[in-house]
């Protein structure tokens, strides 16, 4: 193969709208992750002026790593229609970051250093545990159902990908519901617009005019965002990751669930892009996750990145190789040159985030038309957790808000004004592979292969008695119950299967 095939490109005109839609969606995790980490005490110049720029840094190397990737399959397959991986920096993860290292460490230590340290720490075991999960990767991916896999990324793409934005979308719907309908006629209409621009950028155009001319955009706010724009560069060191090891020791055994979780993630969004058209390599993607993941807190970020669900979404859109590295470079510049606040002064988010509940659209709706109907249920029932999980976090976030927690409160108090958040934390912790494997058990329950549904059901014995899944900590017999539980379900799956051999073979 040569070194270039001048016959792949690597930009087309239709990666325009894939490249608003991408790197919104990362800008948009950027500014969460900015008002977590100074919500919990961390300052703005370790904040803007360390952390971000190792961020942009890492997504930018998985941007490459990708494009190279899709470059790669162009080539072998002679096409200019392969759409790259969508990365960037695992949105669970944010949370559950600074929730749970850096901001005990801060509390406990006072030392906003020490918590940045610890979370570098704890970033870097997640990221070697994702590097040994590609060896395990391809064989757990052959052993899942497609149901099961296509079904739990529906529930995330309805729930963070398509709720969230909607919500935000529609606290200013003269902006977000004008530029959703713009989309929808574009995307799923096939309607063209004045001199073919192309959809998403009509989308933006029109709601940040009206976000202007009605006044919700304010020139002042602007200047004032220019006038405190910094420039600022990662710097690479072994010596923060050693010192944060001590601090972060208590709280490295977290760091193994969420490492099955991204390694779930990414085997999801591998079998997602293979139904979309586009094979790729389960090992090389999981590689490539672990080892950037490795490079961010080598230069000073704490989170680790993923690969994005959503492949179909911006395949659909026209994305192709040029809106993965794009987005790559734009985030690199904003976040070195301190221009993330600024471009929010400039665009209404509003207008863009549109675009995400177009991917969440085109995600749920793959995992129905890419299985047999009769797997319908099993999709359905990997939604389950998602739905637990979107509404465990949007009621602890409204608790935060009020300065106070569930434990607080007490889950018996909660429960009496009938909601069971008890049930939610059990249900939506480690969303995503309870929907695997709930949803794998149904598969083979309907294929009638109830010892593969049993081997399942041991695989939820051994997450849950650690508390991988069902539970908020991980320890050894933490969540005993539950494992009691797919103890039995094993149990009724075998005597089925063995009555079942039984018989034919009296037969």
Same mark, same amino acid.
């Given at each position: 193969m040569k070194a270039f095939n001048k016959k792949i490109k690597l930009w087309q005109r239709s990666d325009i709208d894939g490249f608003f839609g991408l790197f919104t969606n990362n800008l948009t995790n950027l500014l969460v992750m900015a008002g977590l980490l100074i919500g919990v005490g961390i300052p703005v110049d370790i904040t803007f002026g360390s952390i971000l720029p190792a961020v942009g840094l890492s997504i930018f190397a998985s941007s490459m790593i990708y494009s190279w990737m899709a470059y790669r399959l162009a080539v072998k397959e002679q096409r200019n229609t392969v759409t790259a991986l969508p990365s960037g920096t695992s949105v669970p993860h944010m949370f559950l970051i600074v929730y749970l290292i850096m901001g005990p460490v801060f509390r406990e230590t006072g030392d906003p250093y020490i918590a940045w340290f610890? +979370?570098?720490?704890?970033?870097?075991?997640? +990221?070697? =545990? %994702?590097?040994? $999960? /590609?060896?395990? @990767? !391809?064989?757990i991916r052959k052993a899942l159902p497609r149901a099961a896999m296509l079904g739990s990324l529906a529930g995330a793409s309805i729930t963070f990908i398509a709720m969230t934005p909607a919500m935000e979308t529609f606290d200013l719907s003269y902006i977000g519901f004008v530029s959703l309908i713009i989309i929808l006629l574009g995307w799923f209409g096939k309607v063209t617009f004045p001199f073919r621009l192309p959809v998403g950028l009509v989308? #933006? #155009?029109?709601?940040? @005019? #009206? $976000?202007?001319?009605?006044?919700?955009?304010?020139? /002042?706010?602007?200047?004032?965002?220019? /006038?405190?724009?910094?420039?600022?560069? !990662?710097?690479?060191?072994v010596e923060r990751i050693v010192n944060g090891f001590s601090e972060a020791a208590p709280f490295i055994i977290s760091a193994i669930p969420l490492g099955i979780?991204?390694?779930? %993630?990414?085997?999801?969004? #591998?079998?997602?892009?293979?139904? *979309?058209?586009d094979s790729y390599h389960t090992t090389v993607a999981m590689v490539a996750d672990g080892s950037t993941s490795i490079l961010a807190s080598l230069f000073g970020s704490p989170f680790p990145t993923a690969v994005f669900i959503g492949h179909a979404g911006w395949k659909e859109t026209g994305a192709r190789i040029g809106y993965t590295w794009l987005t790559g470079v734009a985030?690199?510049? =904003?976040?070195?040159? +301190?221009?993330? /606040?600024?471009?929010?002064?400039?665009?209404p988010l509003e207008a863009i985030l549109p675009i995400l509940i177009y991917v969440g659209l085109v995600i749920g709706a793959q995992a129905f038309q890419q299985v047999e109907?009769?797997? *319908?249920?099993?999709?359905?029932?990997?939604?389950? !957790?998602?739905?637990?999980?979107?509404?465990?976090?949007i009621i602890g976030n409204a608790l935060t808000a009020a300065e106070t927690d569930a434990a607080t409160v007490g889950y018996e108090a909660i429960a009496e004004a009938g909601l069971e958040f008890s049930g939610l934390v059990a249900l939506g912790s480690g969303a995503i592979v309870i929907g695997l494997i709930w949803s794998s058990i149904l598969v083979f329950i309907i294929d009638q292969k109830f010892n593969f549904a049993a081997i399942v059901a041991i695989v939820g014995i051994i997450l849950s008695f650690f508390g991988v899944i069902h539970y908020e900590t991980v320890g050894f017999g933490v969540g005993y119950e539950m494992a009691i539980s797919y103890t039995i379900v094993s149990l009724i799956l075998l005597s089925i299967y063995f009555k079942n051999k039984k018989r034919v073979m009296e037969e």
């Open positions: 610890a +979370g570098l720490a704890w970033g870097m075991i997640e +990221g070697m =545990i %994702e590097l040994l $999960g /590609s060896v395990i @990767g !391809p064989k989308a #933006i #155009i029109i709601g940040t @005019g #009206i $976000g202007w001319i009605t006044g919700y955009m304010d020139v /002042s706010t602007m200047i004032t965002a220019a /006038s405190e724009i910094q420039i600022a560069f !990662p710097t690479f060191s979780y991204n390694m779930f %993630e990414t085997i999801d969004n #591998i079998e997602g892009a293979e139904v *979309a058209g985030i690199l510049l =904003i976040t070195w040159l +301190g221009l993330i /606040s600024f471009l929010l002064t400039v665009i109907a009769k797997y *319908a249920p099993a999709v359905i029932l990997a939604l389950i !957790p998602w739905l637990a999980d979107w509404g465990r976090n």
